[in-house]
């Protein structure tokens, strides 16, 4: 098996940004797959996130949140130099609503990579992937010299997990 | 289940709408929405419009370095403010199905108080069309602008 640098750092980083902080943290997203140009996560439901109170369907914006994580990282996993990928537009379509208390599985993959545009693809399933809740489409700015890059991350990562360490 | 403790009947659900609409109360529909309460937003009427608005939180933070506001959450922000546009201002009692959502991000949303507002671009029989937009400063310079489709019977 060949060791590959970028991939065996970019997992951990991943996994911290994601998992760890901001939204992904709050609504509990685990990433299960990461390869190049494509990464999956899973979403376990929580009654926070109901969007339909009759029905108990969660909110599409967290179908958006998974995807758009998904796509995001995927896009990101096939970059030379880690850093950010700003989305430019998603859209999203609903084949239909998301049962209630079950996971929803997700995966997003890089399908063009251009000079300056990254074209993705995803996908979010319960049971079965031929039988999806939601399809989307996602484009992504390809910035060279980053401001902003992983490293950003992992450190406001570390100084919120441990305070005093700035 | 503990999910279902949660759930509001659905006959519940029309008079709660039907009360919100009379007092001219559109939180009263957000309340209902515990997605609403996830992303913390809050509902309000000015000038006879309907404006949404997102308080910074940390757990909407999509990427800590900037620091900026999810994508996502920017998204699901942007499909509430449909989802109550439509339920306050149309005469429906059903809960809108969303059929597909196209958002464009045109700035980066930063950390601090977003707004948005929506507007009705057609209603038929089965479907309704919106147009929302994000901004934060000004809203001539939006974060972001979405069009959603809901149907509805």
């Known amino acids: ?166 | 289940m503990s999910g279902d403790k949660n759930k509001i009947k659905a006959e519940d659900f029309t008079k709660n709408l039907r009360e919100a609409r009379d007092s001219s109360s559109p939180e009263k529909i957000l309340d209902m929405i515990p997605y609403g309460n996830l992303i913390g937003s809050k509902a309000r009427l000015c000038e006879e419009k309907l404006n949404l608005m997102l308080d910074p939180r940390q757990s909407n933070i999509g990427n800590p370095s900037l620091p900026a506001i999810h994508g996502g959450v920017i998204a699901g922000f942007l499909e509430l403010a449909s989802i109550i546009e439509v339920l306050y201002w149309l005469e429906i009692d059903c809960f809108p199905k969303v059929i597909d959502f196209s958002i464009d991000y045109l700035r980066p949303a930063r950390y601090k108080t977003t707004y948005a507002s929506c507007e009705i671009l057609r209603q038929g029989n089965k479907l309704v069309n919106t147009s929302v937009i994000a901004w934060q400063d000004n809203k001539n310079l939006p974060v972001a602008s979405a069009r959603c489709h809901f149907l509805i019977n």
């Open chain 1, 1 to 166: 098996m060949d060791f590959n640098l970028k991939s065996s750092f970019f997992k951990p980083a991943l996994k911290m940004a994601m998992e760890k902080t901001g939204h992904g943290r709050k609504l509990g997203f685990s990433i299960t797959g990461v390869s190049d140009g494509s990464v999956s996560l899973v979403y376990p439901y929580d009654t926070e996130a109901v969007g339909n109170p009759v029905t108990g369907v969660i909110h599409g914006g967290v179908i958006v949140s998974l995807l758009d994580t998904c796509c995001g990282c995927a896009a990101m996993s096939i970059m030379e130099t880690p850093s950010i990928t700003p989305t430019v537009d998603l859209r999203l379509d609903y084949m239909h609503p998301a049962e209630p208390m079950k996971p929803v599985y997700a995966s997003g993959k890089v399908y063009k990579i251009t000079a300056s545009v990254i074209f993705c693809r995803g996908v979010a399933w319960q049971d079965d992937t031929a039988n999806p809740i939601a399809h989307c489409v996602a484009n992504f700015m390809r910035i060279g010299a980053p401001k902003t890059n992983l490293s950003g991350i992992f450190k406001a990562g570390i100084s919120r997990m441990i305070p005093w360490a700035k």
